[in-house]
DNA sequence: TCATTAACACGGG
DNA sequence: CCCGTGTTAATGA
């Protein structure tokens, strides 16, 4: 394990807690659009991102995909967590929106270091609770605005997680993420631009002021 | 009323 | 040429 993976895992966890994920966690390696976990999966192993983004789906009964929230470095899933516990089938489906590192922990060891580890305890717990938040975020935006606010709020969270006010991506691609049709995602994008608050450019987009 | 679907032209890479 | 983009017109919820 490369050294700043570890510095990572040091300011979360303590130190006899880390030895353990050592011997036991796997590291392992995804690029950009790998498939992570699918729907109706198994899942054996919990993940912890220390490097990367992941973007987690959601389909409807029509097979219909939407985006719920992306996990970045040092979060965790707790939709993985609880499957994992109970050895249930994935309800989800996770991508790699760049490169991404992960420690998979094997489900035996996760009720184990829940008794014997407090910082895993933490841990868990903060877990469920961003997860759960980030989730409200996610319906509130999807059941109580509009089109042109849940734009906003998606090339708002691409900008803190990137890290950047230039955002990578073709209309398409934004437009399947949040479900609905490019011709709608070209038109709310022209129209922010008109009123002078980004800029386009192909499969670019420079946000300015939001 | 606003989203979706299909269709088409434009142009940059 | 292929793909992303901008627009329109018809249709749907």
């Known amino acids: ?35 992570i976990i699918d729907y109706g999966k198994y899942i054996r192993t919990m993940p912890i991102i220390v490097e990367g983004t992941i973007k987690v789906f959601r389909k409807d009964e029509h097979g219909k995909e939407i985006l ?7 979060e965790s899933c707790s939709m993985a967590y609880s499957c994992c516990l109970e050895a249930k089938k994935s309800e989800v ?39 759960f938040l980030e989730l409200l975020r996610s319906i509130e935006s999807i059941a109580f605005h509009k089109l042109d606010e849940r734009l906003i709020y998606y090339l708002k969270e691409k900008q803190r997680l990137s890290g950047s006010s230039v955002i990578k991506a073709s ?32 499969n670019e987009i420079k946000l300015l002021k939001l």
């Open 93 to 131: 489906k996770a991508i790699a929106e760049d490169e991404v590192q992960i420690i998979a922990i094997p489900n035996n060891k996760l009720d184990e270091w829940l008794c014997k580890y407090p910082s895993w305890k933490n841990y868990i717990m903060r877990s469920f609770n961003e997860r």
């Open 171 to 202: 209309h398409n691609t934004i437009a399947d993420e949040m479900a609905t049709s490019r011709v709608v995602v070209s038109r709310l994008l022209k129209q922010l631009e008109n009123e002078g608050r980004l800029l386009l450019y192909r």
């Open 68 to 74: 719920l929230y992306y996990l970045s470095s040092t």
């Open 1 to 35: 394990m490369s050294v700043d993976t570890l510095s990572i895992l040091y300011s979360t966890f303590e130190p006899a807690l880390i030895k353990e994920m050592e011997t036991d966690g796997e590291l392992r390696h995804f690029s950009e659009g790998d498939v």
